[in-house]
RNA sequence: GGAGGCGUAGUGUAGUCGGUUGAACAUACCUGCCUGUCACGCAGGAGAUCGCGGGUUCGAGUCCCGUCGCCUCCGCCA
C-alpha cells in the first residue's frame, strides 16, 4: 500500500511503507546520505546508511534531483537532535530498505527545489511540467480544485443543475472579438469559439432548466492584462423567476461559503450597494475599491474665483469642473514623485495634474504665486485637509477628470499606505443600458444587449437611450470587478424595443438573433444571472498578482502556449480540405523567426 | 495599433557615460572528500557566438537602427 510523503507522522513510527515520488534535494555526507523525497503531499526524509543498504539495490549516489523512484523502507523517530520543526514530517524519517529508480531526469532548465527561485516567466511557461512542481505552484491548483468542489456543492444543495454547453458555436460580432474555427461541411463558413454560454444559458431557461450554473470556459480574442487571459474561466448562473435581489443573495451565500472554508474568512451578509452613478461621482471608478477611505471631491464652486485661470475657467464652464482628492500625510510627497503621477494623469488622458501641500513650513503648490494664498487656504478647507496632508486637482471635462483621478487614488493609496486590509465586497446596480462609442458614432450596449431597462426607465428607450439605466449589477471585489449579471428581456417585444434602441434593424436583428427572438415567443421565464470570473477571484484569494498564477496552463501576452509552441502553422492539406488559402500577408517568413516554438532537442 | 521595462554560462544577477576584465558573483552541473544534514559543508573542474541581424568605431555586452521574445500599461476587453 502506498503511503502519502507529507502524510507520515509520529504514529508511524516502526511502520513499513512505500513510497513513490520525486527525489527533491540530496545532501550526501558519505557514508551517511539524506535524499527529500516529494510527492503531491509534501517531503518526507529518507536517511540511506550506505554501509546497510540492501546490495540488490542501485548505488544511492545514483540518484540526481527529479529522479522518479519508488522505495520500501521503515518510518523511524529522529534522533531529538536531527528534528527540524520547519518540516511537517520533521520528527520522522525513513530508513529505506530499498530504493528504485522509475525514471530519470535530465539537469534541470529550471530550479524545481528552491523556493526562492523566480526563473524567467518564458522559461517557466516553457517547462510548465516542472514549474508545477513546485510546491507554491501545485499549492494554487489545489486550491483551483477545492474552490471548484465548493462552488459545485453549493449549486447542487442550492437546487441548480450544471449544464455544458457548447465550445462550437455562432460568432457575433459585437463585443470581444472572436475566436474562429473553420467548419470543414461548410466552406467559407466558420464557428465561433464562445465568448460567454450567454444566449445558451438563456435558452436553457426557456428550456425550463429553471437554475442552471456551469464552470464554463470563455474565449476571447483581445490583448492580455495581468488579470485578463484569452481563455478564462467564469462561474455562470442564470436562474427563472429571479429578481436582481434573487441572484445577489445567492452570490452572496456563494462567497460567504468559499472564504469560510478556503480561507476561514467570515464575510459580512449582505454586501453594500451603490448606483452606478454614485460610485462615479465619489470614487472615479465602476469597481470602486472600497478597502481604500479617501474619496473624490468636487472643488468646482473652490476655484472659481481663485486666481488661477485654468481653474477658474473649467469650474465656470457647463461640462467641465475641478475634481479633487486629499492625501493624508501627501505633503511628504516628492516632487518627482507628483511629477510621476501627473505622468499617468496624462497617459490616461487628463491635461495636467496640480497639487496644494500644506506643511509646517507653510503652504506649497504646483501653481506657484498664480494660487492665492486665500484661494489655497479655501481649496484645503474644502478638502478638510490637515497640515501635513495635500491635495490633488485636476481640471477638465467631467468624466474624464473623475475617471484620471479615480486611477490617482488607486496609485497614492498605494503610495501612502492607505490600503487597509481585507475583502470589501460591493454590488455596484444601476450602469447605463447603453453608451456612446465615439468610434461607431452609435449607442453600444455596455453589459450585452440582452440586459433589460431599468423598469422605470423602459419609457426612454425609444426617445433618450443614453438616459435608460440598466437593470443590472456588478459584483466588485477590492477594486477588481468580479463580475456582471443582469435581468433579461424576456419577451420578444421587450428584446426587439432594446435591439431598436441600439440602432439595430429588424432585419440585423432577425439574422443574428432570430433564434433567441423566437424562443421568447413560446413561453420564457422571466429570468436573470450573474457570470463571476472564477481565475479572478481566486487570483484574489490566493494573493497572486497575476491571473496566470492561478491556471495550469496560461498563455502569454500574444496568445502563445510556450510549451506545446501554439498556434502553429499547418499543413497546406488542412488548409485545401477547408477551402481556405492563406492571404500573402499571412504567410510566414521562415527567416522571420520561428520565436515562440519550442526549440529542438541538443 | 501605441508607450515603457527586460533579454549576459542550465538558472538568477553584476558589468551598460566604448578600451587594461582573461566578462564577475551566486546557484545548478561534473569530480573528489565527509555518519546527522535539511538552501549541508569543503576542495577542484567544466560551462557564455553577451536574444538575433545590420551599422558606427582602430576597438561594441556597452552607442545607433531594425527585428524576435517575455512582462507592465494605454487602446481594446458587449
Redesign the pocket.
Same mark, same amino acid.
Given at each position: 500500500m502506498r503511503r502519502w510523503c507529507g502524510d507520515l507522522t509520529l504514529n508511524d513510527v516502526g511502520e513499513d511503507v512505500r513510497l513513490l515520488g520525486w527525489v527533491h534535494? =540530496?545532501?550526501?555526507?558519505? @557514508?551517511?546520505v539524506?535524499v527529500?523525497l516529494r510527492d503531491r503531499s509534501g517531503l518526507v526524509?529518507l536517511?540511506v546508511?550506505?554501509?546497510?543498504l540492501d546490495a540488490s539495490t542501485p548505488e544511492v549516489?545514483e540518484l540526481?534531483?527529479e529522479y522518479v523512484v519508488e522505495v520500501m523502507g521503515t518510518v523511524r523517530r529522529?534522533?531529538e537532535?536531527?528534528?527540524?520543526p520547519?518540516?511537517k514530517t520533521?520528527w520522522i524519517?525513513v530508513a529505506p530498505r530499498s530504493i528504485r529508480v522509475l525514471s530519470r531526469s535530465r539537469?534541470?532548465? =529550471?530550479?524545481v !527545489?528552491?523556493p526562492? !527561485?523566480?526563473?524567467? $516567466? &518564458?522559461?517557466r511557461?516553457r517547462y510548465r511540467y516542472l514549474d508545477l512542481r513546485r510546491p507554491e505552484v501545485l499549492a494554487k491548483l489545489v486550491f483551483r480544485h477545492r474552490a471548484a468542489k465548493v462552488i459545485r456543492d453549493f449549486f447542487d444543495e442550492e437546487g441548480f443543475l450544471e449544464v455544458e454547453t457548447p465550445m462550437l458555436t455562432r460568432s457575433?460580432p $459585437? @463585443?470581444?472579438?472572436d475566436f474562429l474555427v473553420p467548419a470543414r461541411h461548410s466552406p467559407g463558413c466558420f464557428y465561433a469559439l464562445p465568448?460567454?454560454p450567454?444566449l445558451f444559458k438563456q435558452i436553457l431557461m426557456v428550456g425550463g432548466i429553471e437554475k442552471y450554473f456551469q464552470l464554463a470556459r470563455c474565449l476571447?480574442d $483581445?490583448?492580455?492584462?495581468?488579470?485578463?487571459q484569452v481563455e478564462h474561466t467564469q462561474i455562470d448562473v442564470e436562474m427563472s423567476f429571479a429578481t436582481p435581489a434573487d441572484v445577489q443573495d445567492v452570490m452572496e451565500r456563494l462567497m460567504c461559503r468559499l472564504f469560510a472554508e478556503l480561507l476561514d474568512v467570515h464575510l459580512t451578509l449582505p454586501f453594500p450597494r451603490i448606483t452606478y452613478d454614485e460610485a462615479m461621482r465619489r470614487y472615479g471608478t465602476d469597481k470602486p475599491d472600497l478597502r481604500i477611505g479617501l474619496e473624490l471631491l468636487d472643488l468646482t464652486p473652490a476655484c472659481r474665483d481663485c486666481g488661477v485661470r485654468f481653474l477658474e475657467q473649467a469650474a465656470s464652464a457647463p461640462d467641465t469642473g475641478v475634481v479633487g482628492l486629499r492625501l493624508p500625510g501627501g505633503a511628504g510627497i516628492s516632487r518627482s514623485e507628483y511629477d510621476r503621477l501627473e505622468g499617468?494623469a496624462k497617459?490616461?488622458?487628463a491635461r495636467g495634474l496640480s497639487w496644494v501641500a500644506w506643511s509646517s513650513s507653510g503652504i506649497r503648490s504646483s501653481f506657484g504665486r498664480h494660487l492665492r494664498e486665500e484661494a489655497a487656504r479655501t481649496l484645503l478647507g474644502v478638502a478638510g485637509a490637515q497640515m501635513g496632508d495635500a491635495v490633488l486637482l485636476l481640471a477638465g471635462r467631467w468624466p474624464v477628470v473623475r475617471q484620471v483621478m479615480g486611477?490617482l487614488r488607486l496609485k497614492v493609496a498605494a503610495l501612502l499606505d492607505l490600503v487597509e486590509e481585507g475583502w470589501r465586497f460591493v454590488w455596484v446596480t444601476d450602469f447605463p443600458l447603453a453608451?456612446f462609442d465615439?468610434?461607431t458614432r452609435r449607442y453600444?450596449?455596455?453589459?450585452?444587449?440582452?440586459?433589460a431597462p431599468h423598469p422605470e426607465d423602459r419609457h426612454l428607450l425609444a426617445t433618450d437611450v443614453g438616459r435608460v439605466r440598466a437593470w443590472a449589477y456588478d459584483l466588485v471585489l477590492n477594486g477588481v470587478e468580479l463580475g456582471s449579471g443582469s435581468v433579461r428581456n424576456h419577451t420578444r417585444s421587450q428584446q426587439e424595443e432594446v435591439f431598436r434602441a441600439l440602432g439595430m434593424s429588424v432585419e440585423e436583428q432577425e439574422r443574428r438573433f432570430g433564434f433567441l427572438l423566437e424562443a421568447l415567443e413560446y413561453g420564457a421565464p422571466p429570468h436573470a444571472g450573474i &457570470?463571476i470570473g472564477f481565475d479572478r477571484l481566486l487570483m484574489l484569494m490566493t494573493g497572486s498578482?497575476?491571473m496566470?498564477e492561478v491556471m495550469a496552463f496560461?498563455?502569454?501576452?500574444?496568445g502563445?502556449c510556450?510549451l506545446t509552441g501554439a498556434p502553429s502553422e499547418v499543413e497546406p492539406e488542412q488548409l485545401e480540405e477547408l477551402g481556405i488559402r492563406l492571404a500573402p500577408r499571412a504567410i510566414r517568413d521562415p527567416e !522571420? @523567426?520561428?520565436?515562440?516554438r519550442p526549440a529542438p532537442e541538443t
Open positions: 534535494r =540530496i545532501r550526501d555526507h558519505g @557514508g551517511l539524506f527529500d526524509q536517511v546508511d550506505r554501509s546497510s549516489g540526481k534531483p529522529r534522533p537532535s536531527g528534528v527540524n520547519k518540516l520533521g524519517e539537469p534541470l532548465p =529550471i530550479p !527545489a528552491d526562492e !527561485a523566480h526563473p524567467d $516567466e &518564458a522559461l511557461f457575433t $459585437e @463585443g470581444a472579438r465568448q460567454s450567454q476571447r $483581445e490583448d492580455v492584462r495581468a488579470d485578463r499617468r497617459e490616461l488622458g486611477q453608451e465615439e468610434e453600444e450596449a455596455m453589459h450585452h444587449p440582452f440586459t &457570470a498578482a497575476n496566470r496560461p498563455k502569454t501576452g500574444t502563445a510556450l !522571420a @523567426g520561428e520565436s515562440h
